[in-house]
């Protein structure tokens, strides 16, 4: 079973940047797709961005467009998530999932979670 493990999280000013990352163990992630969603207080989980299991693909939401950047590794079973001019409304619990195949924005679908880093855009 995959297992995923984030990383990277912490307090930033705003205009900051931070690198997350998810590592996966016990199996490859190479034939998956991998997402990063976030959930705030209080609101519901959405999706960040995703990344085709090549990582030839990729996709955004439009609040993170021109700022996140997501890419792969697969000699090292990582994902990254490069987050510039961050945003007090950035501030949230980030996880990255995978699913096998293509990338969705239905969360249901993804299989495996990782537990998620803390995201804190405050001056």
């Known amino acids: 079973q995959l297992q995923l493990v984030e990383s990277g999280g912490g307090l930033v000013q705003p205009g900051g940047s931070l690198r997350l990352s998810c590592a996966a163990s016990r199996f490859t992630p190479d034939y998956y797709a991998i997402g990063w969603f976030r959930q705030a207080p209080g609101k519901e989980r959405e999706g960040v961005s995703c990344?085709?299991?090549?990582?030839?693909?990729?996709n955004y939401a439009d609040s993170v467009k021109g700022r996140f950047t997501i890419s792969r590794d697969n000699a090292k079973n990582t994902v990254y998530l490069q987050m510039n001019s961050l945003k007090p409304d950035d501030t949230a619990r980030y996880y990255c999932a995978a699913k096998f195949g293509v990338c969705s924005d239905r969360i249901a679908v993804y299989d495996y979670w990782g537990q998620g880093t803390q995201v804190t855009v405050s001056s």
């Open positions: 990344i085709s299991s090549s990582g030839g693909s990729t």
